[in-house]
């Protein structure tokens, strides 16, 4: 449902395409038809053509992250940006804090499945798990020795990829408490 209240802060419009900033805390899009403070819902109130696009979304992001979403407002934006995102053209790029001095530069390529566990927590692909490949870039840009900033590329998009990657090499993001963040 379109919510005119939401506020959205757009970053680029045209007759094609809308860039937002997502707040950290703001869902991109709703898991229950009855959630209304989204980015989706909001999309929607200004951008009613993007109901017939999915809410015009093109990807997500983390409930927690921050960043830039692209949304389409016409079918050929939509099959543009989708096929762009499948085909790993557009390049995603992200800054976080960690715990602990993390290595210069490394890289991760480890496929990841929900934890049979824990639905909302992704882990290590194991065999009889369905899983989906996933690499992550990793480069540290400044570091205390307790915790580090990183720059964060990823060429695939899994659920989250980022975080589940750094909780892996032991450098959880800093409060991420899902993944052991402090």
């Known amino acids: 449902a379109p919510n005119h209240e939401m506020p ?3 970053l680029y419009v045209d007759a094609h395409l809308v860039a937002v900033d997502k707040p950290g805390g703001t869902p991109s899009h709703p898991l229950d038809p009855r959630e209304r403070d989204t980015i989706a819902n909001a999309l929607l109130a200004r951008y009613p053509e993007t109901a017939a696009l999915a809410g015009g979304l093109a990807h997500r992001l983390d409930t927690g992250t921050s960043g830039v979403l692209l949304a389409a407002r ?4 939509w099959t543009a940006l989708r096929a ?3 085909t790993r053209a557009i390049e995603k790029h992200y800054l976080a ?3 602990g001095r993390t290595p210069a530069q490394c890289r991760v390529d480890l496929p990841l499945a929900h934890d049979p566990r824990d639905r909302g927590r992704m882990r290590p692909a194991s065999p009889g798990l369905r899983s989906w490949p996933a690499e ?3 480069r540290r ?3 205390d020795g307790t915790t580090s ?6 060429r695939t998009g899994v659920t989250h990829q980022i975080r589940a990657h750094l909780a892996q090499l032991g450098h959880p993001v800093l409060g991420d408490r ?4 402090p």
Do not use: E, K
């Open 74 to 77: 016409t079918p050929a934006a």
């Open 178 to 181: 899902r993944y052991g963040g």
């Open 149 to 154: 900033l990183v720059a964060v590329t990823m």
């Open 84 to 86: 762009a995102f499948r």
């Open 136 to 138: 992550t870039t990793i």
């Open 97 to 99: 804090l960690v715990q």
């Open 141 to 143: 840009l400044a570091s």
């Open 8 to 10: 959205l802060a757009v």
